[in-house]
Every structure is written in C-alpha cells, then in structure tokens.
C-alpha cells in the first residue's frame, strides 16, 4: 500500500528557534495533505489542510504566522513551526488521502521537544 | 458541528476477552464517513475501517467486528479473543463526504493483559 513518510521522526530545539518537518508521499501523488497535532495522552487534532500549488487553509485556532505550511509539489508538504516554544512540544502527524480509495494513509509522526 | 464520543477513556482486559469499543458521533451530514484506527505505543496510525454512511451492514474482519446503527448515531468496534498485540489506542473518526478531514474522537486506551 501507499506510504507516507516523515522527517525528522524527533527533534529537540531551543525555545525561539524554528523547526521544518517535512511529509512525503512515496508512491503516489498527493494533492491534499493533512497536519495533525496530538498532545500527550490526547486525540488528534487537525492543524490544516495543505493544498498543491495554493495556500493551506488553517483551522480555527491555529496561528497560521507560527504553523507554516509548503506544499510545494505533489509528494511534499512542509510544516515548519516558527519561534517554538516549549508549549508547542507535541506529535505532528501528516496524512494523505489514498487517490480514489477508501483509506488516508498517516506519517509515522514527529515529536517535537522545545526546550 | 461535528463530533465523535469516545466514552470510554481505559479498557482492560484479560487475554482471550471480548471488548467492545464503544464510538458515538454527532453530524448534520446526511452522506459521511466513519473510522477506526489503531495508535500502538510506536504512535504510527494504523487504518482498521472505513464505512460510509449508506452501508449500515455490519462488517468482521478476522477477530474484529463493527457494528453501525444509524438510529443511535454509533459505530462500535469488538475486538473477539484478544491479545496481547491488540494493546494500543484506538480512535473513532468522523469525515464529512467531500473533504477527507478527519474528526477523531479522544481515544480509548485497550490493555489486554496475558
């Protein structure tokens, strides 16, 4: 079946440094990729919606100047948290829709630490 | 708005158990989609089902099954004879039938203890 990777798997930065975490679809094209957030012990919650060739569209609450979003071709979306802060410490999960099929394929994730 | 009950925050069980996963959700959606994913402690996501909201047959899939009622607005998961492997989180998720964002609900956590 379809993949989905992402780099890093973890990473630990400095609070006010920024972080990329990349999202790649491995044997097929994504056109629409997801971001999710999941705190400890908690659900997922969807981030935004990262669109080929367009700006993403951010769900309400989510501070689209801190949570950057590339989807700069049809296997590659980027996240990139700027000026992290230490609340800002939790898993990041990308996804994407299986083209024509039932299932939406998920990263392994990223645990971001700030220190 | 959307959203997807997870009543049940812990689950243990003993091997060999039964355990039903219970998932009630809200939407004024007349066409959409539910899930059932499993998160292990390595944190990847893994698919279990997709059903539409025009297929109300119940579907079994080796040890599990999910059963759909419409008229409770729930979509329960049982896990027949379980073992150990089947520890993890397992989350219940609503998509509505254009986009394919999802709604999770809060996870329950399944111990299946030998």
């Known amino acids: 079946g379809a993949v989905v990777s992402q780099h890093p798997s973890w990473v630990i930065c400095k609070s006010g440094t920024s972080v990329k975490i990349e999202c790649r679809s491995l044997?097929?094209?994504?056109?629409?990729m997801f971001w999710y957030r999941q705190f400890p012990k908690q659900s997922l919650m969807l981030m935004a919606t990262s669109n080929e060739g367009s700006k993403a569209t951010y769900e309400q609450g989510v501070e689209k100047d801190k949570f950057l979003i590339n989807h700069a071709s049809l296997t590659l979306s980027t996240l990139t948290v700027t000026s992290a802060h230490p609340e800002d410490s939790s898993f990041y999960i990308c996804?994407?829709?299986?083209?024509?099929?039932?299932?939406?394929?998920f990263g392994p994730g990223t645990r971001l630490t700030v220190t | 708005a959307q959203k997807v009950t997870q009543a049940q925050t812990e689950i243990s069980v003993v091997e060999k158990e039964d355990v039903t996963l219970d998932c009630v959700y809200e939407?004024?959606?007349?066409?959409?989609?539910l899930f059932w994913y499993k998160q292990p402690p390595s944190g990847e996501l893994v698919f279990l089902i997709r059903r539409n909201s025009f297929d109300e047959q119940n579907e079994i899939s080796g040890r599990y099954s999910w059963n759909f009622q419409k008229s409770t607005s729930s979509f329960n998961f049982t896990i027949t004879a379980s073992q150990v492997v089947d520890s993890a989180v397992y989350f219940c998720a609503l998509s509505d039938y254009n986009t394919d964002k999802l709604i999770f609900g809060t996870g329950t956590r399944l111990q299946v203890f030998p």
């Open positions: 939407t004024r959606d007349t066409t959409y989609y």
């Open positions: 996804s994407a829709p299986e083209p024509g099929g039932d299932e939406q394929y």
């Open positions: 044997d097929f094209q994504a056109t629409t």
